[in-house]
């Protein structure tokens, strides 16, 4: 089983802590989507998005990540013999659709200074460009690829599209405050996959310096986030990369590499 993702992208963070919390063993590789490693001919001729992450178990190759949390479920449930295959429950089952219908993409954006922002896009931008001339059989999935890039940039000078993302957030975040005073865990007394969906959100809150803002001010979240913190699958997924100085080498070497290889124009 192969895993292709990122320390730095949200949706890896939930499938590698599925990985790690049924105890599965997978080959791993990164692809950096910030240094355009998503896009290199090899990855992208697997998958046409780009996207992040991607499992493949043999021929079997999975993309959306509530799908391979599931699939994870199903490997682990076979693995410990169990003569029948279950999944989550309902519950269970809700609060994750409900955590990924939030999309992260241009609320961690918005909240990035511009001029890096717009260094990093125009970065991508000359990536795709050199891609596309390296393996032109793929250069209309590249086209559509460079049109997204541009999509993006435009949505976020849109008020309203932030406006709706912040919101989106908040009313997610009220009603798992609601849910954590009456609950331990999200779908019930017992950690679930639902959980480890939830954790990389509130992890992208504190990497963004909005702890203060969104988490702190409820207070059943707060409680809820040192207690997941001290999971064994959340410090190596998560802590390991970004809790205290880790968050600025993991950010400055992506950063220099990026810099370096504008500089040099090597694409």
């Not at 290199?40 to 999975?62: A, K, T, Y």
């Not at 609060?95 to 896009?121: A, C, G, N, T």
């Not at 709706?164 to 908040?170: A, D, G, N, P």
Request: glycine share 4%; with cysteine; net charge positive.
């Amino acid at each position: 089983m192969q895993l292709y993702h990122h320390p730095f992208d949200l949706d890896s963070q939930k499938v590698r802590l599925a990985l790690e919390e049924k105890g599965i063993d997978y080959t791993s590789y990164h692809a950096n989507p910030i240094t355009g490693k998503n896009l290199d001919s090899s990855f992208f001729n697997m998958n046409h998005s780009g996207s992040l992450p991607v499992f493949q178990n043999g021929s079997h190759i999975i993309y959306k990540t509530i799908d391979i949390i599931q699939y994870i479920e199903r490997i682990a449930e076979v693995s410990s013999g169990s003569e029948t295959i279950s999944t989550s429950g309902r519950e269970v089952t809700e609060w994750m659709q409900k955590i990924q219908e939030w999309d992260p993409k241009y609320f961690s954006l918005s909240h990035i200074p511009e001029k890096h922002r717009v260094y990093v896009s125009k970065f991508i931008r000359r990536v795709v460009i050199a891609r596309m001339a390296e393996s032109p059989e793929l250069a209309g999935a590249y086209h559509k690829k460079l049109r997204e890039v541009y999509q993006t940039e435009e949505k976020l000078k849109d008020r309203d599209v932030l406006r709706r993302s912040k919101e989106h957030l908040v009313r997610l975040l009220d009603e798992a405050e609601r849910q954590l005073n009456e609950t331990r865990y999200l779908a019930g007394e017992q950690f679930s996959m639902a959980d480890l969906m939830f954790i990389p959100l509130l992890a992208r809150l504190v990497l963004l310096d909005l702890e203060g803002e969104y988490i702190t001010s409820r207070p059943n979240i707060v409680e809820y986030w040192f207690m997941v913190q001290q999971r064994p699958s959340y410090k190596k997924v998560i802590g390991k990369h970004f809790d205290g100085w880790r968050k600025h080498k993991t950010l400055l070497k992506t950063w220099c590499f990026v810099c370096i290889r504008s500089f040099l124009k090597r694409y």
